[in-house]
C-alpha cells in the first residue's frame, strides 16, 4: 500500500467550475499534509497547508481534513485555465519523512 | 527574498561520469530535501539534510549517491559513475524547521547519454 493515493486523473472540469481533488494516506499518525501543484516542466509550487481537522480557505482554494478517515482534499473554487495542472498531495509521516502521491492531472476547459 | 536556488538546470554527463547538483536554500532556512521525480512519475524522497548532518537518506540509493550540507555553502547531491536509469529531474526543498512547509527550487534536469 502506498502512504499516499491520489487519483491520478485526468479530471476535467468546465471554466468557473468547482474542482476537486481527492488524497488519502495509510499512517494514521501523520500530521502536517500539503498540496502543490506542478506545471509540466516547472517544479512543484506550495498551494496550501492544513494542519488540524476541518476547513481551511486561502482565495479560491479551501483545503479539507479529516484525520479520522485519513483523507485530505482540495477544492478549487472559479476554475481557471491557467489552473490546468498537476496537484500534488504531501503527508508527513510519524517519522517527519513527506511523502508524496503520483499527483491528479486537472485540465479546465475554457 | 531569494527562493531555493539549484544549479545547473541542466546537465548533461556521459555514462559513468560524475554529476553533481547544488542547492541553496531559502534564507532562514537549514532543512534540505532532495527529491527525484522520473518523467510522469510523482516526487521520489532521497535524503532529509541539516547543516552538517544528514537525518534521513532513507531514500537514497546506497551506491553511487551521497549527499552533504557543510556548514558553510550549497547541499550537494552527488552521483558517482552515472548510468542512463539516472536521468531525470532532482528537486531540492528547503523548509525553516523540521515538519514544515517545504519549499521547491527550480529543480536540475539530469541527462545521461
Known amino acids: ?110 | 527574498n531569494a527562493g531555493v536556488m539549484q544549479n545547473p538546470r541542466h546537465l548533461v554527463r556521459r555514462r559513468g561520469q560524475e554529476a553533481r547538483l547544488r542547492c541553496s536554500p531559502m534564507k532562514g532556512h537549514s532543512h534540505v530535501y532532495w527529491y527525484r521525480q522520473l518523467p510522469e512519475e510523482g516526487l521520489k524522497f532521497m535524503v532529509y539534510l541539516q547543516k552538517e548532518n544528514i537525518i534521513d537518506e532513507s531514500g537514497m540509493p546506497k551506491e553511487r549517491f551521497s549527499a552533504e550540507f557543510p556548514k558553510e555553502g550549497p547541499s550537494i547531491l552527488r552521483i558517482q559513475q552515472v548510468v542512463r536509469g539516472d536521468s531525470a529531474a532532482y528537486f531540492c526543498a528547503s523548509s525553516p524547521g523540521q515538519g514544515g512547509e517545504q519549499y521547491f527550487g527550480p529543480g536540475t534536469r539530469l541527462t545521461v547519454t
Not at chain 1, 481534513?65 to 489552473?83: T, W
Request: proline share 5%.
Open chain 1, 1 to 110: 500500500q502506498k502512504e499516499v493515493e491520489q487519483n491520478s486523473g485526468p479530471l476535467s472540469v468546465p471554466e468557473g467550475a468547482i474542482a476537486s481533488l481527492n488524497c488519502t494516506y495509510s499512517d494514521r499518525g501523520s500530521q502536517s499534509f500539503f498540496w502543490y501543484r506542478q506545471y509540466s516542466g516547472k517544479s512543484p509550487e506550495l498551494i496550501m497547508f492544513i494542519y488540524s481537522n476541518g476547513d481551511k480557505e486561502d482565495g479560491r482554494f479551501t483545503a479539507q481534513l479529516n484525520k479520522a478517515s485519513q483523507y485530505v482534499s482540495l477544492l478549487i473554487r472559479d476554475s481557471q485555465p491557467s489552473d490546468s495542472a498537476t496537484y500534488l498531495c504531501a503527508v508527513m509521516g510519524t517519522g517527519n519523512q513527506f511523502y508524496f502521491g503520483t499527483g491528479t492531472s486537472l485540465t479546465v476547459i475554457p
